[in-house]
C-alpha cells in the first residue's frame, strides 16, 4: 500500500453551491470527509445532507471571510456591520497584536462547534479559515476547545513552497504538532494542498497523489459548482469537482492501492 488519505473538502455550509459541489464529490468521487463553516450562508439549509449522507463532519472555525458570528460583536475582529473582517491580512496583525476580545473569539467558537452538536452531528476534526488556528494565541484555544469538547483531530497545514510564507507555515506548524503531542490530541503525518488550495484540477492532483508516503495523509481540497457571485477568491470550484469525480484520479487510487478514509474510522 503506498498510503492512506483523508480527502477533506473545506467550506461546507457557505452557499449552496460550494455546498451540494462537496456532497457530489462524496457520493460520486473520492471527498471522505468535509469541514462546514456554520457561519455561512447555506448551514442551515446543509443540515439534512450533512444526516442524511452521513459524511465524516468536522468544524471550519471562522474568524475572516466578511460571515457573520454566531455569537454576537467581537470587539477588534468584525467591521461596522457587525461582520468578521474579510482578509486575513486585515485579522493577523490585530492577533499577533492583541487587539481584539480573546474571550469574546474563544466564545464565538465555542458557539460555532456548539451549532454542529446541537444539530446531532459529530465533530471528529478542527481546521480553520485561512488557517488562522496556527498562530499562537489561537492555537492555545483550538487546543482548550479541542479537549472541552472531546475532538481528537487538528489539521496541522504544511507547505512545500520555497519563501517566507511557506517558511512560516512549517514553523508554526511544528509548534502546533510539539503541543498536540503534549495534550495527546492527533494529527495526520502528512499533509497536502496548501500550495493547490482552490486550484486543483485533474492533472494537479493526479501529480500530487504520486507523491503520496506511508501514513495517513490529509488532502484539503475546495470542490464546488462556481460560487464565483458570492467570493471573488479566483478559485476554479467546478475544476476541482471534476477533478475529485474522474476516473482517471479513481484509477490511479486504485492501481497505487491508495486507502480512502476518514477521520472517525482512524479515532
Known amino acids: 500500500m503506498t498510503g492512506t488519505i483523508i480527502v477533506n473538502a473545506d467550506d461546507f455550509g457557505l452557499c449552496k453551491e460550494i ?70 491580512r486585515e485579522v493577523i496583525p490585530k492577533i499577533m497584536l492583541g487587539h481584539f476580545d480573546r474571550n469574546a473569539l474563544k466564545t464565538e467558537f465555542s458557539h460555532q462547534i456548539g451549532l454542529l452538536l446541537d444539530n446531532n452531528i459529530s465533530v471528529s476534526h478542527i481546521d480553520s479559515h485561512q488557517h488562522l488556528h496556527l498562530l499562537p494565541v489561537i492555537r492555545n484555544m483550538i487546543i482548550d476547545l479541542a479537549q472541552q469538547f472531546h475532538i481528537r483531530w487538528i489539521r496541522v497545514p504544511q507547505a512545500r513552497m520555497t519563501g517566507i510564507k511557506g517558511l512560516g507555515v512549517n514553523i508554526l506548524g511544528n509548534k502546533l504538532k510539539k503541543d498536540l503531542k503534549e495534550k495527546n490530541l492527533a494529527f495526520t503525518d502528512t499533509f497536502l494542498g496548501f500550495e493547490q488550495g482552490g486550484h486543483m484540477d485533474e492533472s494537479t492532483l493526479f501529480a500530487l497523489l504520486k507523491t503520496l508516503h506511508n501514513g495517513v495523509t490529509e488532502l484539503m481540497v475546495h470542490p464546488g459548482y462556481d460560487a464565483s457571485a458570492y467570493y471573488d477568491w479566483g478559485y476554479a470550484w467546478q475544476d476541482e469537482l471534476n477533478a475529485l469525480t474522474s476516473d482517471t484520479i479513481k484509477g490511479l487510487i486504485k492501481s497505487m492501492d491508495i486507502k480512502l478514509t476518514n477521520f472517525k474510522r482512524i479515532m
Open 19 to 88: 455546498t451540494t459541489g462537496i456532497i457530489h464529490a462524496y457520493r460520486q468521487g473520492i471527498v471522505t470527509a468535509t469541514s462546514v463553516s456554520v457561519n455561512g450562508g447555506y448551514f442551515i439549509e446543509s443540515i439534512p445532507l450533512l444526516k442524511d449522507t452521513d459524511i465524516d463532519a468536522g468544524i471550519h472555525l471562522t474568524l475572516t471571510g466578511g460571515e457573520r458570528p454566531v455569537s454576537g460583536n467581537i470587539p477588534g475582529l468584525v467591521d461596522d456591520n457587525g461582520c468578521f473582517l474579510k482578509s486575513y
